[in-house]
C-alpha cells in the first residue's frame, strides 16, 4: 500500500558566495587555504569589534533572488540567531529573519519562500573518534570560512519525490552556476542542502509532521536520504505509530539515518534584530539594474530550447540545467553548417552522452570527442555524405579515441553510396534479382515487402547506404 | 608642580603647543599620581613611551581610557575576570583618534564588570573609591574614569555610557560628563555591553575640556556602521556664552516626580533652575509622559543585547578557560560560572529570559514599543524647548554596600538618565552644587544633565559653559587621592 501515503519535501539550500572576502569583515577568502590564516578580530569574535555588510554578497543575494524570481525587499534587516557552539566565535549567527532579501520566487515547478544572506560558521574537525564531536579526542576549529557570506535559500513544500528533489536542485545549481556567483560545490561545501519531510494520506491537504534531514553531501546522498527517510516514516505510520519531530542525520556509508535532535532538544535561537547593523535598503532602480544584468536562466533557456529549436522537454531541460553540456551544444550548433540546431542537439543529449556514460567519461562534454568534431558529424550525416547507422559508430569512435570524422570516413570508406553513384544502383539492381518475390510485391503495392529488398541492399553496401535513397530508387524501379 | 594640575586639560594642552608647559614634564605628574592611586582608579597603568609627540591639539596630553576601549597589546579586561589576561589584537578607533590627535593614554580604568552597574562595586577587581568620601561610591558604570579625574590622578578621561554610565559618576564626583548623541563616536573596539545604547564619551573638570575630546573622537568610521559622526561638526564654546533666550524644559516625570530623590539634590536642582532664568533663559515645565517606564524598558533591552553580546565568552578564543572540562557543555559552564560576577550573570539570564520563545514579544517587543514612545515624548518635547534639564541622579554619591544587596535600588540610580540614551539623544551632566546625603554627613557633589536633540552637541555644550561659568563649582575634592 505504498501509495497511500504521499510524501511531502521542501529544501533548504546554502550557498557559499564567491565574494572576494567575508561577509562581515575585510578576510579574503580562499578554499583549501592553511587553517587559521584567514582570519581577524572581527570573525575570530574579539570584545569590542563589530561587523560591516559585504556590498558584493548583496550584490549577489539580490542577484540570486531575482533569478529565483523573489520579490526583493526594499528594506530588509539582520538578526543575530544565538546558540553556543565552538564553530561560531560571538555565540551568534548574523543571519535574516522576519524580513528576508527575498521571499515569494519560483523556479520551475517549486515555489522560493525566501532568499536570505547569513554568515557561514567556521570548520570543526572531530579528531580520534567517529568523526562526530562525542567521543572524540580532540576538537579543532579553522576559523578560514567563519564569516563566508551565505545565501539560504526556502523552498515551499512543493516537491513530492527524492528524484524530483534530486532533478530541482540540480536546475538550482546550474541557475546559481549561470550567475557566477558560486561554484556551487557540493564535495566542498559550497552547496548544502536539508530536507523537510512529511508524509500524508494521499489526497489529503494536512501537513503531517516534518523531520529536518541533514548531512547530504552529494545528490546521489540527497536522493537516498529522502528515500529512506520516506521509506522510514512510511514504516512508523504504517505499523500505527506517529512521526516524531526530529532532525536526522543521514550517514552515507551505511545509509542509514540516525536521530540528530529531538523536539525537546530544539533550539531556541532567540532571534532579535542585530544592533550592530544597519537595515539593507534596496532601492528600485538597483533591483531594475540588477535585473537588465542577468544572464539567460536555465529556466529560461529551457522554454526557448523548446519553443526555438524545438526540442522535446527532456532534452531541452538536458541542455538547459548542465550548463557545460549545454554550453557544448551551442558551439557544435554554432559551427555545423549543414545540420541544424535540433539535428546537433540530438547527437549530444542521444548518442554523446550514451557512449561517455558507456566509456565511463566524467562528463559528456569532456570526452575525446571535440565540438568541432561533433559539428562534423551532423553535417556529415545531415548531407548524406555518411547515413545515421554509420554516423553512431563514427561517433562512438570519436568519444573513445578522438579525431576528425571526415578523415575516417575517408580514410575507411565509409561514404553513402548514393543516387548519382553507379555502385548504389548496381547493388539494387543486385538486391531486386535475388528477391525477386518481394519485388513482385512491391510492384503489386504491397509496400510493406519493401523492406527485404532495403535489407538485402544494406547488407550488399555493408550500411553505407542511404536507407531514404535506397528505398526512392526501388519504387522508381518497381513503380511501387 | 602643584598649579599643573589646577589647569583644565585644555589650557594644559594650550600650554603646551605654547610651549609654556613642559609635556614630559606634565606626563610625568600624571604618571606619578596615577601610580599612587588609592582610589583603585586604575586597573592598569600604561607606561610605555609615548611616540614622539605630533603637532596634533592633544600633543602630550595624558588621557585615562576606561578598561572597555581595547588597546593593542594592553591589558583589557573590561574589568572582568573572565578576560584576565587578554590583550586584545586591536585598538579602539576612539582610542585611535585620541593618539593620532596626540594623546598619551595614561592607565585603564576600574569600572564595573562590563559596564553593568551604577557603583563600581561590580568590578572583578574592587570597587574605585569616590574622592570626596572614600566610603562612597564613585557610580558606574565608568567610575574609576570619574574617580581618577575628581581626585586629580588624570586631566580628563574616556568612558563609555549606556544608560547613564559616563553622566551619573560624573555627577557623584562632581566632574562634567557627556554622553553625545548615539551615532557619533565610533563603537568598534569598545567591548560591547548594549549596542544599541552604549556610546562614548569623555569625563572632564570642564565643559571645554569635554568639548575638544568630543571633538577628536566624534567622526564615522567605515568598521561601524552604525556610526555617522556629528555632520555639522563639534564646536568648543567660547568663554562668555550665554543662556539668554534660550527655552529650557523640566520634565516633570524626571524632576519634581522622581521618587526618591534626595531633598538636597532637589534644592540644588531648584536653585539651579533660579539661576538659568537669572541667566535670561525662558525656563517652563514640560512633560515626558512615557519617561517613567524608561528604566523597566531599559532593564529588558540592554540586557537582552547583552545577553548576545557576551555569549562570546566562552573559553574557546580568549580569556580564561575552566582548567578541565569533561566536556564542550561543562568548558562553557565552569568558564563562564567562574569568570563572570554575579550581576553579569543577572543580567545575562534577564536578557535571555526576555528574548526567548513565547516571551519575546511581551517583553522585548512590548520595550522596543515603549523606547519609541519615549523618543517621541523627546522629540514632542524639543518642538517647544531647545534643551530639557533634570537632575543627573536622584541621590548624591550613596555609601559603598548600600545599595548592593538590593539591584532594583541600583537601578534606581540611573532613572534620569536612562531615557536619553533610549532616544539616542546627547546630554551632559555638569556638577551644580553641593548637597548633604539624606543619611546626613559631609556635603557631596550634585550634577545638573541637560539633553538635547540629536547632533545639537554644539548647542548643548554652549549652554553647559555658559552655566558653567555662573556655577562656579569648586572642582576639587577636599582630601587627596594619591600618596
Known sequence: MASAYEPVIG??????????TKMFCGCELEFGAEPNTHTCPVCLGHPGTLPVTNEQAVEFGIQVALALGCEVAPHSIFHRKNYFYPDLPKGYQISQFDIPLGSAGSLGEVRIHRVHLEEDAAKLTHTGGSGRIHGSGASLVDYNRGGTPLVEI?????????????EWLTLLRTTIRQLGVSDVNMEEGSLRCDANISIRPAGTETLGTKTELKNMNSFRFIERGIEAEIERQRGIVESGGEVDQATMHFDPASG????????????????????????????????????????????????????????????AAQLAFDTELGEFFEQAAEQAEQADAKAVANWVTGELVRYSRESDFEHPARTEASVAAVASLADLVEEKTINRKVGREILARLVSEGGDPAAIVEA?????????DGALEAAVDAAIAAEPEAADKVRAGEMKAIGALVGAVMRETQGRADGGEVTRLLREKLGG | M???????????????????????????????????????????PIDDEPAAPPDGPLAGMPVAIKDIFCMEGVPTTAASRILEGYRPPYTATAVERLQQAGAVPLGKTNMDEFAMGSSNENSGYGPALNPWDRS?????????????????????????????SIRQPAALCGIVGLKPTYGSISRYGMIAFASSLDQCGPLTTSVRDAAQLLAVMQGPDPRDSTCTGIEAGVEVPEPGASLEGLRLGIPKELAGEVEGMEAGVRDVFERNIALCEELGAEVAETELP??????????????????????????VRFGTRSPEPADLTEMYEQTRAAGFGAEV?????????????????AYYGQAQKVRTLIARDFDRAFADFDLLLTPTSPTVAFELGARAADPLAMYMSDYCTVPMSLAGIPAISIPSGMAAPAGGGPELPVGLQICGPAYSETRLLAAAQALEEALTFDRAPALGAGS
Open chain 2, 2 to 44: 602643584s598649579g599643573m594640575v589646577e589647569l583644565s586639560a585644555h589650557e594644559a594642552a594650550a600650554a603646551i603647543s605654547a610651549g609654556d608647559l613642559d609635556s614630559g614634564e606634565y606626563l610625568d605628574t600624571y604618571r606619578a599620581a596615577a601610580e599612587g592611586d588609592q582610589l583603585n582608579a586604575y586597573l592598569c
Open chain 2, 136 to 164: 562612597r561610591v564613585p557610580g558606574g558604570s565608568s567610575g574609576g574614569s570619574a574617580a581618577a579625574v575628581a581626585g586629580g590622578l588624570a586631566p580628563w578621561a574616556i568612558g563609555t555610557d549606556t544608560g547613564g
Open chain 2, 290 to 315: 512615557h519617561a517613567a517606564h524608561g528604566i523597566s524598558a531599559y532593564y529588558v533591552l540592554a540586557p537582552a543585547e547583552a545577553s548576545a553580546n557576551l555569549a562570546r565568552y566562552d573559553g
Open chain 1, 11 to 20: 529544501l533548504e539550500i546554502h550557498v557559499q558566495l564567491q565574494t572576494r
Open chain 1, 154 to 166: 526556502v523552498t515551499e513544500p512543493d516537491i513530492r519525490d527524492a528524484a524530483t528533489a534530486r
Open chain 1, 412 to 420: 575507411e570508406g565509409l561514404g553513402a553510396l548514393a543516387g548519382g
Open chain 1, 256 to 315: 542509514s539515518l540516525t536521530l540528530l535532535r529531538s523536539k525537546e532538544f530544539a533550539h531556541d535561537y532567540r532571534y532579535f534584530p542585530e544592533p550592530d547593523l544597519v537595515p539593507l535598503v534596496v532601492g528600485p532602480e538597483r533591483i531594475e539594474a540588477t535585473r537588465a544584468g542577468l544572464p539567460e536562466l536555465p529556466a529560461a533557456k529551457r522554454d526557448r530550447y523548446e519553443s526555438e529549436v524545438g526540442l522535446n522537454p527532456d532534452a
Open chain 2, 345 to 361: 550573570k543577572r543580567r545575562i539570564m534577564l536578557g535571555t529570559y526576555a528574548l526567548s520563545s513565547g516571551y519575546y514579544d
